[in-house]
């Protein structure tokens, strides 16, 4: 018969009775039960030392840039603190539209130091082309798991709160916008008239193509998990991203609707007192452009084909 033997192990592990820890108590064992517990504790922890690591998460921020010489350098600073400082592994995709200043040589000079994939057209393209290009970029770049942030280049957007927007991708949001109409959210320095145009336009959409979890349909400040952009990709193709204009945002949106994907919304503070020169949107074609989009995917909704 084995021989009985007492050795000493913390009370949360093993206990003779239902009273409360404290400390240690003795615990009568045979050899042979203890023999095998410290065997099996052996190639559990060894299982687990040699147990591959999680592949690790990329966010790739794509900021589409035209003549932001006296932004871009300090939004591109700011990113790569922000999100060093929150613990993610990132790079940023900046496509330049055709600057005519110095933007590229700063973005240029700063990739020495920061983890930046940079495109450059030609000439100005408008920024749906330059959101077209820069998400295509980055979805080739992308894993599965990965994020893609968009966001603009005049640093108006806070990167901070890509953390944020991140977060909640992980909890289970497919497309998380920063949204202007949040409790907790503040617009900084943008005209009266301006701020009531980009309500009501938002407002007509909501009645028009509701989301859930969307109030914001024209911000592009955002965040998607990548595989959610890849699956709108091979479901539309080049029509995924069709739109010259600043209404490409609002069409982004209208086209992942139809695909069954969870959207939500962080609170934004913009902070368009942040900006220099003018702004590069022109208002009355924004406008315009905007509500024949909205007839156009009332008349004949998007189908979900490359078709």
């Not at 003779?16 to 559990?44: I, Q």
């Not at 000439?123 to 749906?128: E, K, M």
């Not at 295509?136 to 990167?159: K, S, Y």
């Not at 320095?189 to 989301?211: A, D, E, K, M």
Request: aromatic share 6%; with cysteine.
């Amino acid at each position: 018969m084995p021989v009985l033997e007492s050795i000493e192990v913390p009370t949360g592990l093993l206990r003779l009775d239902g009273a409360p820890n404290h400390g240690f108590r003795r615990w009568a064992g045979r050899r042979t039960d203890r023999e095998s517990l410290a065997g099996n504790l052996r190639v559990t922890v060894a299982a687990a030392q040699n147990a591959p690591a999680p592949p690790e998460t990329t966010v790739f921020v794509v900021v589409p840039a035209y003549n932001e010489e006296a932004r871009i350098g300090q939004l591109l600073e700011r990113i790569d603190r922000d999100l060093h400082a929150a613990g993610l592994t990132f790079r940023i995709v900046v496509v330049d539209d055709g600057s005519g200043d110095a933007t590229p040589d700063i973005v240029n000079r700063l990739a020495d130091r920061i983890p930046i994939d940079s495109q450059r057209h030609p000439q100005n393209l408008g920024l749906g082309s330059t959101i077209r290009d820069g998400l295509q970029r980055a979805v080739a770049l992308a894993g599965p798991e990965d994020f893609i942030v968009t966001m603009d280049g005049d640093d108006t957007h806070p990167p901070a709160l890509i953390a944020r927007m991140v977060q909640a991708l992980r909890e289970g949001h497919d497309v998380v916008v920063a949204s202007r109409y949040r409790p907790g959210s503040r617009v900084i320095g943008v005209p009266l008239f301006r701020r009531l145009l980009s309500y009501l336009g938002s407002g007509l959409l909501r009645l028009t193509f509701p989301i859930a979890g969307i109030r914001d349909y024209t911000n592009g400040y955002r965040a998607y998990r990548s595989d959610c952009l890849r699956q709108a990709l091979a479901v539309y193709g080049e029509r995924f991203l069709d739109q010259r204009g600043f209404q490409c945002m609002v069409d982004i949106l209208l086209k992942l609707r139809p695909l069954g994907l969870v959207m939500g919304e962080v609170s934004l503070v913009l902070r368009y007192d942040r900006k220099q020169g003018q702004t590069k949107m022109q208002i009355g074609r924004t406008i315009r452009n905007t509500l024949l989009l909205i007839a156009k995917r009332r008349l004949s909704p998007v189908a979900q084909s490359r078709k």
